[in-house]
T-cell receptor
Framework: GAVVSQHPSWVICKSGTSVKIECRSL??????MFWYRQFPKQSLMLMATSNEGSKATYEQGVEKDKFLINHASLTLSTLTVTSAHPEDSSFYICSASVVIHRDIAYEQYFGPGTRLTVT | QQQVKQSPQSLIVQKGGISIINCAYENTAFDYFPWYQQFPGKGPALLIA?????SEKKEGRFTISFNKSAKQFSLHIMDSQPGDSATYFCAAYIVLEYGNKLVFGAGTILRVKS
């Protein structure tokens, strides 16, 4: 149980174009989804938190107009990198959590990640 | 202070040995402490987690030791195996006004030599 998928697993796009990454919770309904960014040999940095049906909350320093997040349903969140540039190349990872009781609310289930390369 | 400090940065252990990774925090608002294992090109996977009202938790070869007064916690991997070679992240969970958040340590690259 608690499987999170991401699509695509890797993508190459040209500078100036936009790319959309999907995150799905396959066997549970996620009240909250998170988007992280990870550079090589570095830790995960939280970009934003999204709750189904409401606007995402972005971490300080993350451009909300550049990284558009939509959490349209309890099983799907999307991250769109708009006008991508080479410095946006990174490993993007989503996670999902569900509130059943206090313990479960703390667990985040991570997707396999999406490798974005902007040329 | 929303930081979790993790050490060492990298670790080499012989097969069968004990791997120990340490983490420390300042903010007493953190109230749940998971450890994640990540293989190259994959997302992190939850290994084991502990609450601050428990001093130790063991699951198979993995043990978390927690020292609330010192604000430190550690992961012990007993009988380390080459398949344990991965990057390990400690994390701490905090409830904020705008939502809940996991704060990650910098990570430890573990290599188990056969």
């Amino acid at each position: 149980g608690a499987v999170v998928s991401q699509h695509p697993s890797w993508v190459i796009c040209k500078s100036g174009t936009s790319v959309k990454i999907e995150c799905r919770s396959l066997d549970f309904q996620a009240t909250t989804m998170f988007w992280y960014r990870q550079f090589p040999k570095q830790s995960l940095m939280l970009m934003a938190t999204s709750n189904e049906g409401s606007k995402a909350t972005y971490e300080q320093g993350v451009e909300k107009d550049k990284f558009l997040i939509n959490h349209a349903s309890l099983t799907l969140s999307t991250l769109t990198v708009t006008s991508a540039h080479p410095e946006d190349s990174s490993f993007y990872i989503c996670s999902a959590s569900v509130v059943i009781h206090r313990d479960i609310a703390y667990e985040q289930y991570f997707g396999p990640g999406t490798r974005l390369t902007v040329t | 202070q929303q930081q979790v400090k993790q050490s060492p940065q990298s670790l080499i252990v012989q097969k069968g040995g004990i791997s120990i990774i340490n983490c420390a925090y300042e903010n007493t608002a953190f109230d749940y402490f998971p450890w994640y294992q990540q293989f190259p090109g994959k997302g992190p996977a939850l290994l084991i987690a502990i609450r601050p009202d428990v001093s130790e938790k063991k699951e198979g070869r993995f043990t978390i030791s927690f020292n609330k007064s010192a604000k430190q916690f550690s992961l012990h991997i007993m009988d380390s195996q080459p398949g344990d070679s991965a990057t390990y992240f400690c994390a701490a969970y905090i409830v904020l006004e705008y939502g809940n958040k996991l704060v990650f340590g910098a990570g430890t690259i573990l290599r188990v030599k056969s």
